[in-house]
């Protein structure tokens, strides 16, 4: 069963940056793996900020953005806002009954 | 706007089952892929289900194979999850989620539905 592994949770400070990364159990991470990332505020359902590694979606602020790092995906926030407080979950694909694993989730401060 | 919307849960007893619905509008429900993802009580999302335009092709997670059924009704602009055999770590959030296939990617509209399963 394949594991998605992030960040149990990072601090930032306003106007910061901070990158979140994703990591796989099966081994590096690729466009292949067509990766996701979410924002989840408390009782909220997910909103969809980056797909496909590093294309925005029409609503997402380009504060954000999406690339490879070092076999892992990674979402980076430039210029953090306040709002920006919140879970932050990726998604890979692997395709068949396996198709999608979000990755564990990282708990975003903004302190 | 683009809206797709549980509903149906509620607490049921270990053992017993359960039909989730999801209705969508604001787009041309046929043409999208759909899922389920479920989110357990302060925990992360896990996708659980898959279900194709026309509802031929279905994949379904190690969790639920077996006794999660999901299936589709373009004319009603619904999705369904009918859940047996339910389970206390089948207590969640379920959301559904709309994509299609190489060129848009899983988004969520609207509100899940929280489904408790306990005695």
């Known amino acids: ?111 | 706007e683009v809206q797709l919307v549980a509903s149906g849960g509620g607490l049921v007893q270990p053992g017993g089952s359960l039909r989730l619905s999801c209705t969508g509008s604001g787009f041309t429900f046929s043409t999208y892929e759909l899922n389920w993802v479920r989110q357990a009580p302060g925990k992360g999302l896990e996708w659980i289900s898959h279900i194709s335009t026309n509802g031929g092709s279905i994949f379904n997670a190690d969790s639920v194979r077996g006794r999660f059924t999901i299936s589709r009704d373009n004319a009603k602009s619904s999705l369904y999850l009918q859940m047996d055999s339910l389970r206390a770590e089948d207590t969640a959030t379920y959301y559904c989620g709309r994509e299609i296939t190489g060129t848009e990617p899983l988004t969520f509209w609207g509100r899940g539905t929280l489904v408790t399963v306990s005695s």
């Open chain 1, 1 to 111: 069963q394949t594991v998605v592994t992030q960040e149990p949770s990072l601090t930032v400070s306003p106007g910061g940056t901070v990158t979140l990364t994703c990591a796989s159990s099966t081994g590096a991470v690729t466009s292949g793996n067509y990766p996701n990332w979410f924002q989840q505020s408390p009782g909220q359902a997910p909103r969809a900020l980056i797909y496909t590694t590093n294309i925005r979606h029409s609503w997402t602020p380009a504060r954000f953005s999406g690339s490879l790092l070092g076999g892992k995906a990674a979402l980076t926030l430039s210029g953090v806002q306040p709002e920006d407080e919140a879970d932050y979950y990726c998604q890979l694909y692997f395709g068949g009954d396996q198709r999608y694993v979000f990755g564990s989730g990282t708990r975003l401060t903004v302190l």
